[in-house]
């Protein structure tokens, strides 16, 4: 099967981000969105699918492009991540919910049922549910069964911790691809690695780092690697991009 995955808004759409922290910093919505495609990517070929991607730029793709891209792959389920908000401030409005174009499309609601319940089991937040969303451009325009997943939200101070930590956008990629898998009747395959936490010494200093243990061996993520070296480490799907950090 093949899998279009989609990470919601670009960097610089406008409105897209959280209330400031108390630090003055902010997380714009596609930090997340784009770090739980590039985990849900490796998830998928993981266990057997082939991927598309709709919005690989660093630039604000337009959802016509992300659709046409999807439609013409043919992908078999088109998942869009995104995180919710309700309004500009901090509030209270909390859980996950899944977007689908007609309740009435059966094979599309139970793959998003399958999303949805997958996601709520694994991060214990409020179950929204399943809704229906004739307005959605990517909803309405594709040619296949196709959801939108609002996994938290921006504007509850909590949820935005969460939709901040690596750990969550992990939990969520995971997830959706659970569903996936339960949806066309396909046994999951759990990532075959352990991570410790340990030390390292890079340039004669030592650092304690998140270590993967791979049949025998140990690994850096690219994360780590780039940022003990100063740089910025962004993602096109599962390629690691370095910046050197201003």
Known sequence: MKIAIDDGHGMETAGKRT??????????????????????????IRNGFSVVLTAPEDTDTSLATRVQRANDAKADCFISVHANAFGSQW??????????YALNDAK????????????????????????ENPTLYVLRKTTM??????????????????????AYRKKCAASICKGICAFVGKAYQEEK????????????RTEDVDLILW???????????GEMFGYDVSFKGSTPIFTKKK
Do not use: W
């Open 215 to 225: 049949e025998g061996r140990n690994y850096l993520s690219a994360r780590d690697v």
């Open 145 to 166: 069964p196709a959801v939108l997943c609002e996994c938290g939200f921006m504007t509850n101070k909590r949820e935005a911790k969460l939709l901040k930590s690596d």
């Open 19 to 44: 209330p400031a922290f108390s630090d003055g910093s902010v997380m714009r919505e596609n930090e997340f969105n784009r770090a739980v495609v590039a985990y849900l990517h490796d998830e998928l």
């Open 193 to 204: 690695s352990l991570v410790v936490h340990g030390p390292v010494i890079i340039e004669n």
């Open 108 to 131: 599309t609601t139970g793959l998003a049922r399958c999303i949805q319940h997958e996601l709520i089991q694994a991060t214990g937040l409020r179950d929204r549910g399943v809704k």
């Open 91 to 100: 509030n209270d409005a909390n859980g996950i919910e899944s977007f689908v």
